[in-house]
C-alpha cells in the first residue's frame, strides 16, 4: 500500500516506534522481535505487524525487524530522512520550552524562525536564535522554503497567525492554542492542548468517588 492510504492512526504511531528504534540503536540492538517491540510502546504485536504491513514488508519471520535498516525505512516514510525546518510562532513559556527542546534536544527538525507580536521580545535570543516581528515571518518563511510550523500563541490571535502562515505556503501546523483553527483542506492540523490532557488524566484518579458513582 501506498503511504497516502495508510490511517492517520497509524501515521501517529511511527514516530513511537522510531523514538523505541533509536534508544535500541544506542544500546546496540541490532534485532528486535515484534513482541519485545510490543513491550517497549503498549501497542499489540499484531498491531505493529499491522502498522508496519501498511509500508512494505520489513521484517524476517522468526527472526525479527533489523533496528537500523527499520529505523532508515521509516526516516523515509514519515519524511525525515532530510531536513525539515520549522518555524515557531509565540514565544510565552510554554513557547520557549518547546521552542529550546526543538533546538536542542529534536535532531530531525531545524528551528529557522522565531517569531511574536510582542515588540519586547524582539531580539531576545532562545539557544542563539533570535525571536523576530510577525512582519519578518514570510521573508523567513519563503527564504527557507518552510512547510512547518508550530504555533503558542493564545487562542483569540491564533486565527489570524494561522491564516499568514498559510498564506506564505505552510501546509503543517503543530497547535498549541487552545481554539479550533479553519484551514483549507490541503493544510494538516494537530492540535495539542495540554490542559485538556491534564484535565482529563485526573479522572483516573478519582477511583473512589468513581465507586460511589457506580452504587
Given at each position: 500500500?501506498?503511504?497516502?492510504?495508510?490511517?492517520?492512526?497509524?501515521?501517529?504511531?511511527?514516530?513511537?516506534?522510531?523514538?523505541?528504534?533509536?534508544?535500541?540503536?544506542?544500546?546496540?540492538?541490532?534485532?528486535?522481535?515484534?513482541?519485545?517491540?510490543?513491550?517497549?510502546?503498549?501497542?499489540?504485536?499484531?498491531?505493529?505487524?499491522?502498522?508496519?504491513?501498511?509500508?512494505?514488508?520489513?521484517?524476517?519471520?522468526?527472526?525479527?525487524?533489523?533496528?537500523?535498516?527499520?529505523?532508515?525505512?521509516?526516516?523515509?516514510?514519515?519524511?525525515?530522512?532530510?531536513?525539515?525546518?520549522?518555524?515557531?510562532?509565540?514565544?510565552?513559556?510554554?513557547?520557549?520550552?518547546?521552542?529550546?527542546?526543538?533546538?536542542?534536544?529534536?535532531?530531525?527538525?531545524?528551528?529557522?524562525?522565531?517569531?511574536?507580536?510582542?515588540?519586547?521580545?524582539?531580539?531576545?535570543?532562545?539557544?542563539g536564535h533570535k525571536v523576530m516581528s510577525m512582519e519578518e515571518m514570510p521573508r523567513v518563511i519563503k527564504e527557507h522554503d518552510?512547510?512547518?510550523?508550530?504555533?503558542?500563541?493564545?487562542?483569540?490571535?491564533?486565527?489570524?497567525?494561522?491564516?499568514?502562515?498559510?498564506?506564505?505556503?505552510?501546509?503543517?501546523?503543530?497547535?498549541?492554542?487552545?481554539?479550533?483553527?479553519?484551514?483549507?483542506?490541503?493544510?494538516?492540523?494537530?492540535?495539542?492542548?495540554?490542559?485538556?490532557?491534564?484535565?482529563?488524566?485526573?479522572?483516573?484518579?478519582?477511583?473512589?468517588?468513581k465507586k460511589n458513582y457506580a452504587e
Amino acid at each position: 500500500m501506498s503511504r497516502r492510504n495508510a490511517p492517520k492512526s497509524v501515521i501517529k504511531r511511527l514516530p513511537v516506534y522510531l523514538r523505541i528504534l533509536d534508544n535500541l540503536i544506542r544500546r546496540d540492538v541490532e534485532i528486535i522481535s515484534s513482541r519485545v517491540l510490543s513491550e517497549e510502546t503498549g501497542f499489540t504485536a499484531e498491531q505493529i505487524r499491522k502498522d508496519l504491513a501498511y509500508f512494505g514488508a520489513f521484517g524476517t519471520r522468526g527472526t525479527g525487524y533489523n533496528t537500523t535498516y527499520l529505523r532508515e525505512k521509516l526516516l523515509r516514510i514519515i519524511g525525515l530522512d532530510k531536513e525539515t525546518k520549522l518555524v515557531v510562532v509565540g514565544v510565552g513559556h510554554l513557547g520557549k520550552a518547546l521552542t529550546r527542546y526543538n533546538i536542542t534536544k529534536n535532531p530531525y527538525v531545524k528551528v529557522v524562525g522565531i517569531f511574536d507580536a510582542n515588540p519586547k521580545e524582539h531580539g531576545s535570543e532562545i539557544e542563539g536564535h533570535k525571536v523576530m516581528s510577525m512582519e519578518e515571518m514570510p521573508r523567513v518563511i519563503k527564504e527557507h522554503d518552510v512547510k512547518v510550523a508550530m504555533i503558542t500563541v493564545p487562542a483569540e490571535p491564533a486565527q489570524d497567525v494561522v491564516d499568514q502562515l498559510v498564506e506564505n505556503g505552510i501546509t503543517a501546523i503543530l497547535n498549541f492554542a487552545p481554539t479550533k483553527l479553519h484551514v483549507p483542506e490541503e493544510v494538516h492540523v494537530h492540535n495539542a492542548d495540554l490542559t485538556i490532557e491534564l484535565q482529563s488524566l485526573i479522572y483516573y484518579t478519582l477511583e473512589d468517588e468513581k465507586k460511589n458513582y457506580a452504587e
